[in-house]
């Protein structure tokens, strides 16, 4: 699980050329007429952790950890299709913790403790991008909805 992790925090941030030239090489030969870019992956991610914030946000427990399922498995496609990138100083435990803590804080039913794991989740993204020379790539807490179809009340209102 930790180089899992581990692999995660770089390609959250690893965005190189070559390496998706070789996932699609590798997918190619694997029969997959489709691999996704993993720009793309990151970008679903990026969604998950905006849905993410707003599940926890309005304390709805379900969709919070449905949202962090999704997240990890996003990453672990990305652990599987990108597995050469270079990964160089990132530490193996930079996303695993903040993610245990979200988990934890969920399962916990406690908000403040959401927003912190949360905040440092969203801290630890901007290290692993700085680390991977792609600082430039920013994420944050969200500040406004743009998913007007969906509550993420949990009564649904």
Request: with cysteine; net charge positive.
């Amino acid at each position: 699980m930790k180089r899992i992790i581990l692999l995660i925090a770089g390609l959250a941030a690893a965005g190189i050329l070559a390496c998706g030239v070789n996932a699609r090489r590798a997918a190619a030969q694997q029969g997959l007429s489709y691999m996704p870019r993993l720009g793309d992956i990151m970008g679903t991610v990026q969604l998950r952790h905006f849905k993410l914030w707003f599940a926890g946000d309005r304390e709805n427990w379900p969709l919070a950890q449905y949202e962090l399922q999704q997240i990890r498995d996003s990453f672990s496609d990305a652990a599987v299709l990108y597995q050469n990138v270079p990964i160089g100083n990132i530490e193996i435990t930079m996303v695993e913790k903040p993610l245990a803590d979200v988990d934890d804080a969920i399962k916990a039913k406690n908000r403040a403790k959401f927003t912190h794991g949360f905040s440092d989740l969203t801290a630890t993204c901007n290290h692993c991008h700085e680390a991977a020379k792609v600082g430039f790539i920013v994420v944050r807490i969200p500040t406004a909805s743009p998913f007007s179809n969906q509550s993420f009340s949990p009564t649904g209102k």
